[in-house]
């Protein structure tokens, strides 16, 4: 079975620019999240979505993140304009169902924004 | 907030020896998680225990939760150099995670 893939692995940015990252989950799963996780630290829940709702976005910072998941599977997280404070490794996981239930991660996207 | 804390921060011991490393929470949870992270990649599950369990084994790893004081524990018995990673205790919500802020453990060869 494919695990969680997310692309690309590593991206250097200006500030002010924009950025997206890309992100696909195990097949069938019907939860994805996005995590931010800046070094020494643990992950950060930007955004959860179930099937292609939002369940829990309170945390994403939604004058510069957007994220959008299409037809259920695929999702695309966008920072624009990036700041300096964003450099983190952006993790994308999934899970099988709603309720307590183990995620699955990708191996990240570690940002740079210079 | 609710985010767990894990203790201690950082923990070096030697191959064979055990390691424990203990994580808190604030509020009542439906279940718990704990995750691995190898340096410079994703998480790795390695056990969910829920708020009704006390105890739980996986391989050299054992989970306890003691919900009246908010914590939990996890114990890997005789360590090897390939444990040396980071554990992150996720507490769970409803249908949402929170990360600690983990554990880094080195064992030492």
């Known amino acids: 079975e494919a695990g969680v893939a997310q692309s690309p692995r590593y991206k250097i940015i200006e500030k002010r620019q924009s950025v997206a990252f890309w992100c696909n989950p195990i097949?069938?799963?019907?939860?994805l999240y996005w995590y931010q996780q800046i070094l020494g630290q643990g992950p950060k829940l930007l955004i959860q979505?179930?099937?292609?709702?939002?369940?829990?976005d309170s945390q994403l910072p939604k004058d510069r993140f957007s994220a959008e998941r299409l037809k259920g599977v695929d999702s695309t997280l966008k920072i624009q304009p990036a700041k300096l404070e964003d450099s983190a490794v952006y993790l994308c996981?999934?899970?099988?169902?709603?309720?307590?239930?183990?995620?699955?991660f990708g191996p990240g996207t570690r940002l740079t924004v210079l | 907030s609710q985010q767990g804390e894990e203790d201690p921060q950082a923990l070096s011991i030697q191959e064979g020896e055990n390691a424990t490393m203990n994580c808190s929470y604030k509020?009542?949870?439906?279940?718990l998680q704990w995750y691995r992270q190898n340096s410079g990649r994703g998480l790795v599950h390695l056990i969910l225990?829920?708020?009704?369990?006390r105890e739980k084994h996986s391989g050299r790893l054992r989970v306890t939760l003691d919900t009246s004081k908010k914590s939990s524990s996890l114990l890997i018995t005789a360590s090897r150099a390939a444990d040396t990673a980071s554990y992150f205790c996720?507490?769970?919500?409803?249908?949402?995670?929170?990360f600690g802020t983990g554990t880094r453990l080195k064992v030492l060869a």
């Open positions: 996981a999934s899970s099988l169902g709603q309720g307590p239930d183990t995620q699955y």
């Open positions: 097949s069938g799963h019907a939860t």
């Open positions: 979505f179930q099937n292609n709702g939002v369940v829990d």
């Open positions: 509020t009542s949870i439906n279940n």
């Open positions: 225990i829920r708020s009704n369990e």
């Open positions: 996720a507490t769970g919500y409803g249908r949402k995670y929170i």
